[in-house]
């Protein structure tokens, strides 16, 4: 069963480790293309990680962009996160020395 892009963005706070987050500031903007096109973001501060759709309110941390399938495919584990990135597949901006620790914040379901 395919997920959609609503669907995994809507679990990232359920699936959030608080206690690696410590110390976590961060607002990641996430832009998808493709079949289920949109912006999303999330915050993660004091421990807690909210998400939303649209642009984020304050200046993004890091910035994710990649196309909505290839996305699903990532979160779902169907492909690795760092061989979409060395392919092209997932762009990161911004501080994306904070991208590796970000996945650890977030058990896979």
């Known amino acids: 069963m395919s997920r959609s892009v609503a669907e995994i963005m809507s679990m990232i706070p359920t699936v959030f480790v608080a206690e690696k987050a ?3 500031e961060a ?3 996430f832009k998808f293309t493709g079949k289920e096109a949109g912006e999303w973001n999330a915050v993660i501060l004091d421990g807690r990680c909210e998400v939303a759709q649209g642009i984020p309110r304050s200046k993004p941390t890091i910035s994710v962009s990649a196309d909505a399938a290839d996305f699903v495919r ?3 584990g169907e492909l ?3 061989q979409a990135y060395m392919d092209g597949k997932l762009k990161i901006t911004g501080d994306i020395l904070l991208a590796p620790r970000l996945l ?3 058990r896979v379901p």
Request: net charge negative.
């Open 22 to 24: 410590q110390g976590v």
């Open 104 to 106: 650890q914040l977030f």
């Open 74 to 76: 990532v979160a779902t």
């Open 27 to 29: 607002v990641v903007h």
């Open 80 to 82: 690795d996160g760092m």
